[in-house]
């Protein structure tokens, strides 16, 4: 069973970047799409970024395209998100999650319940 530990949350200025590390145990990593979600005070989890099992597809959702960037390194068992322009509206908790022998798009669509695994999600703060 893959586990997850997320690392580089913290507070950033309006229009600053951040990076975010999901480093998994396991010897199975490879076979799960990755993925990053996140939630707002009193919001619902929301989908943000997905990427496929072999790094070559990626997903995102249409609030974060074009400023964050997924990434994964298979050998180094690690997912990241690369979070730049980040606005007030960006601040959530941010959770890695994997979904066993999925795609990344389909990971923007399914039921969380259905997600396998989740991270502890670290805390992002955007001030204006």
């Known amino acids: 069973q893959v586990q997850l530990v997320e690392s580089g949350g913290g507070l950033v200025q309006a229009g600053g970047s951040l990076r975010l590390s999901c480093a998994a145990s396991?010897?199975?990593?490879?076979?799960?799409?990755m993925g990053w979600f996140r939630q707002a005070p009193g919001k619902e989890r929301e989908f943000v970024a997905a990427i496929s099992l072999s790094g070559l597809s990626t997903y995102y959702a249409d609030s974060v395209k074009g400023r964050f960037t997924i990434g994964r390194d298979n050998a180094k068992n690690t997912v990241t998100l690369q979070m730049d322009s980040l606005s007030p509206e960006d601040t959530a908790v941010y959770y890695c999650?994997?979904?066993?022998?999925?795609?990344?798009?389909?990971?923007?669509?399914?039921?969380?319940?259905?997600?396998?695994?989740w991270g502890q999600g670290p805390q992002v703060t955007v001030s204006s």
């Open positions: 396991g010897h199975t990593f490879g076979n799960y799409a």
């Open positions: 999650a994997g979904a066993r022998s999925r795609t990344a798009q389909l990971m923007a669509f399914m039921s969380h319940s259905d997600i396998d695994i």
